[in-house]
């Protein structure tokens, strides 16, 4: 039997070595260290973007743990999440896109609106690694090569068209406008709200 190789280092996996496992990608223990605080993996849970791997602190810190959640609610129409994209039992996950998930009722479609708009709230704070951590889970329905996984992928690629439009739509707002929102939202005083006016308008 042919041995398996880390997707990132390239290195050999012995046999009955644990690793992390992401559609048709292997991961060694060593390449999810994380790439912000630099916590080594001991086969806890772990998150990765690309090559980038994210302990679950750091990962939540950027809102990873979110955004895998709504995505997966998105893309499957449940709600109910098991252990998660990228946790490790005896090295391997299941084999379903690398999700673990147990039936709670198919969500419905607000739900399903509720976690698209969550993803896009994601996306206009990190765009770059909401973009990179959807395109990696359209590499994971593709290595299916299923007609299940096909359908994934092209609905996550619609995912990926509605988030640009819906930035391009969006309208950018000028410096006076976001003022005056943030003394609505009581953000500032009147006083500094004035004074911020005058100094805009002064500009």
Same mark, same amino acid.
């Given at each position: 039997?042919?041995? $398996?190789?880390?997707?990132?280092?390239?290195?050999?996996?012995? @046999?009955?070595?644990? =690793?992390?496992?992401?559609?048709?990608?292997?991961?060694?223990?060593?390449?999810?260290?994380?790439?912000?605080?630099?916590?080594?993996?001991?086969?806890?849970?772990?998150?990765?973007?690309?090559?980038? !791997?994210?302990?679950?602190?750091? $990962?939540? $810190?950027?809102?990873l743990d979110l955004l895998t959640t709504a995505l997966f609610t998105?893309?499957?129409?449940?709600?109910?999440?098991?252990?998660?994209?990228?946790? @490790? +039992?005896?090295?391997?996950?299941?084999?379903? $896109?690398?999700? %673990?998930?147990?039936?709670?009722?198919?969500? *419905?479609?607000?739900? +399903?609106?509720?976690?698209?708009? *969550?993803?896009?709230?994601?996306?206009?704070?990190?765009?770059?690694?909401?973009?990179? %951590?959807?395109?990696d889970s359209i590499s994971q329905f593709e290595s299916l090569k299923?007609?299940?996984? =096909?359908?994934?992928? @092209?609905? !996550?690629?619609?995912?990926?068209?509605?988030?640009?439009?819906?930035?391009?739509?969006?309208?950018?707002?000028?410096?006076?406008?976001?003022?005056k929102l943030r003394y609505v939202k009581g953000e500032i005083t009147?006083?500094?709200?004035?004074?911020?006016?005058? *100094?805009?308008? *002064?500009?």
């Amino acid at each position: 039997m042919q041995m $398996a190789n880390c997707s990132i280092c390239g290195k050999k996996f012995s @046999v009955g070595e644990k =690793r992390y496992r992401f559609g048709n990608k292997q991961v060694c223990l060593d390449c999810m260290t994380c790439s912000v605080c630099g916590s080594k993996s001991r086969g806890e849970k772990r998150y990765l973007v690309g090559t980038q !791997a994210f302990c679950e602190q750091c $990962a939540k $810190a950027r809102k990873l743990d979110l955004l895998t959640t709504a995505l997966f609610t998105y893309m499957t129409g449940y709600s109910s999440y098991g252990e998660g994209m990228i946790s @490790v +039992i005896g090295g391997f996950l299941d084999p379903v $896109a690398g999700l %673990y998930w147990r039936s709670a009722g198919v969500g *419905t479609q607000q739900k +399903i609106q509720d976690a698209r708009e *969550t993803i896009k709230q994601i996306y206009s704070e990190q765009p770059d690694l909401t973009i990179r %951590y959807i395109e990696d889970s359209i590499s994971q329905f593709e290595s299916l090569k299923s007609d299940i996984g =096909r359908k994934q992928a @092209v609905k !996550a690629r619609a995912l990926l068209d509605w988030l640009k439009q819906a930035e391009r739509k969006t309208p950018k707002e000028d410096p006076l406008t976001i003022l005056k929102l943030r003394y609505v939202k009581g953000e500032i005083t009147k006083k500094q709200y004035e004074e911020m006016k005058t *100094t805009l308008q *002064t500009d």
